[in-house]
């Protein structure tokens, strides 16, 4: 999957950048964030979503060295070349974490998912979506809420989405 994004890279936000944006404004639509949150983008791809949080302290992680090579030159020093399985944060690190279209593209998503509720404050937000017509989409829905409350789900553009809590 690296080698795609790599070879994509440069025109990344140009293929992804729009449909990336409105589906980050639709997951914060579900959310409220304390002022200065502390958040991490699981698959960060160039760092977009960062604009989204101008008051945040922004983390961002991201498999694709061509995705961080790439990134925008604000979110490029924030953002972490690594998989969702491992996440490189301590634990109850973060208010959200945010995980846009990514959940497909993982190897091993029950430990992607247990990941993202390790860094997790209690109480804290887990926006996720993931391709709707995803083959193990049933498989991915029982995952994600056997490990938290989902608040809402629904679908948006070409995604499954939850809202939910630790």
Not at 49 to 69: H, K, V
Not at 91 to 116: G, I, K, Y
Not at 128 to 153: G, H, M, N, P, Q
Request: contains cysteine; aromatic residues 8%; glycine residues 8%.
């Amino acid at each position: 999957m690296d080698d795609y994004y790599t070879e994509i890279a440069p025109g990344y936000d140009e293929l992804h950048g729009a449909e990336q944006d409105a589906k980050i404004r639709e997951l914060l639509s579900r959310a409220s964030l304390p002022v200065h949150a502390t958040v991490l983008d699981v698959g960060c791809g160039t760092g977009r979503s960062l604009a989204f949080f101008p008051d945040a302290c922004w983390q961002g992680i991201e498999p694709s060295s061509g995705l961080i090579a790439n990134a925008h030159d604000g979110a490029r020093p924030l953002m972490n070349c690594g998989i969702a399985e491992e996440l490189q944060f301590g634990d109850a690190s973060f208010d959200l974490v945010l995980c846009v279209t990514v959940l497909q593209n993982v190897r091993d998503p029950a430990r992607a998912l247990d990941e993202m509720r390790r860094v997790l404050k209690p109480g804290g937000t887990l926006l996720l979506s993931f391709l709707r017509k995803a083959e193990k989409r049933a498989t991915y829905d029982a995952l994600i809420r056997e490990r938290f409350a989902v608040r809402d789900s629904w679908e948006f553009a070409q995604d499954a989405c939850y809202a939910g809590k630790r």
